[in-house]
């Protein structure tokens, strides 16, 4: 998808290239569907891993090393998964 600059807000409204759907429109309903069945096959088969919640750091440091934390679990498991399915 190409990046468009503008140089002014009404620039930018005026340009109708990258059009929405219309309200009702059946397609919204394909579209989104596909989005859900595409971003459940990205999450299978050991899920997401980001711990549900809203949570409070004391600095950017400690949430960052949570993010490391819980994105090398899904890793690991990833990883685990895929050992899994090759020995089978």
């Known amino acids: 998808m190409p990046v468009t600059k503008y140089r002014t807000i009404e620039e930018m409204n005026n340009d109708h290239s990258h059009e929405w759907f219309?309200?009702?429109d059946p397609e919204i309903i394909r579209k989104?569907?596909?989005?859900w069945e595409f971003s459940e096959a990205l999450l299978q088969p050991v899920g997401l891993c980001i711990p549900r919640g809203v949570r409070k750091y004391r600095s950017i440091e400690e949430a960052n090393?949570?993010?490391d934390r819980w994105e090398t679990e899904r890793v690991q498991k990833l990883r685990e998964y895929r050992e899994g399915k090759r020995s089978e």
């Open 22 to 24: 219309e309200a009702g």
């Open 32 to 35: 989104i569907k596909y989005l």
């Open 65 to 67: 090393a949570d993010r």
